[in-house]
């Protein structure tokens, strides 16, 4: 029998791993048709089925399951090794995986990584914007970044910034048709801007403190979106109340476009951080990015 190459091996383990030909496309950079044909080809090959297809999902064989089961350590270790070549070179290269959320991105990531980027061109930087918490270890990410409380136990941390803070805000036009609150539950009377949160599934309570005493309040309103410019250009439209971090609505407050409401009531919490395993080995490029970011 003719062995099969490695490239037909690495898309079924993707395709395997995903159960989904099309975010395995997606991943390999070819189209659904060529991934299906190299399946198909790879398959007559080992005179096996390895995947079982439906109309709503992709499952591996008891065959399938075998040889995923073979194949995933052997590459992490090829991937390893080729990855160990790099600390040959004079200067790191290779991926850099990320996950964090957008607002984690945009404030605490970028600026940092902007400077790293220009003094390191042979290292490539993937940053995944997620909403909810990802297992970076089951989904092959180098670090995350998180809220200091929200970084699991076992993981080593790297402070990114200082404390962080939400504020509730308005527009004036919207003030002026609504009276202002003055507790959190009064806001289960007004239009507010909301954020479901996927790891929950549910619409994401708005948390508030003050002396001591810690509140959640659910609130309705015409609009949910999880992009926080969409959440923002709502509160300036006068669409309702928005809950959003003081970074991003603080060039709104200074020129009057937005009203800060509670703001007794909002009290700061524990920064970004970025994260990543104590157990598995870095890159020379992730060591370089830590390197720049404890320097900093």
């Not at 607002?103 to 940053?127: M, N, T, Y």
């Not at 002396?211 to 959440?231: C, H, K, Q, Y």
Request: hydrophobic letters at 45%; glycine letters at 6%; a positive charge.
């Amino acid at each position: 029998m003719k062995m099969p190459d490695y490239a037909a091996l690495q898309a079924f383990v993707v395709v395997a791993r995903e159960k989904s030909f099309t975010k395995a496309a997606a991943q390999l950079g070819v189209s659904q048709s060529s991934l299906s044909h190299t399946i198909r080809a790879l398959e007559e090959r080992l005179g096996l089925r390895l995947l079982s297809r439906t109309t709503r999902s992709v499952n591996a064989t008891a065959a399938g399951e075998r040889l995923l089961a073979s194949l995933q350590p052997a590459f992490a270790q090829i991937a390893r090794e080729l990855q160990s070549l790099n600390a040959l070179k004079e200067s790191p290269s290779g991926v850099i995986r990320i996950t964090c959320a957008e607002h984690a991105a945009r404030f605490a990531l970028w600026p940092r990584l902007q400077k790293f980027l220009s003094g390191h061109p042979d290292v490539q930087v993937e940053i995944s914007i997620e909403s909810g918490l990802v297992d970076i270890v089951a989904q092959k990410f180098d670090a995350g970044i998180r809220h200091g409380e929200l970084v699991d136990k076992d993981m080593i941390a790297l402070p990114l910034g200082p404390d962080l803070r939400m504020l509730v805000v308005a527009s004036p036009a919207y003030l002026k048709k609504h009276p202002k609150p003055q507790r959190p539950e009064d806001l289960t009377q007004h239009a507010c801007i909301n954020l479901r949160l996927p790891t929950l599934g549910n619409v994401y309570a708005w948390e508030f403190s003050k002396g001591g005493r810690n509140m959640t309040v659910r609130v309705e309103g015409p609009l949910l979106a999880n992009s926080l410019d969409i959440r923002l250009e709502a509160a300036l439209a006068g669409t309702g109340i928005a809950y959003l971090p003081q970074d991003v609505v603080k060039p709104a407050l200074a020129k009057g476009k937005l009203v800060s409401l509670l703001e007794d009531w909002c009290q700061p919490y524990a920064g970004y951080h970025l994260y990543y395993p104590n157990r598995r080995q870095p890159t020379p490029a992730f060591t370089a990015f830590l390197a720049a970011l404890r320097a900093k």
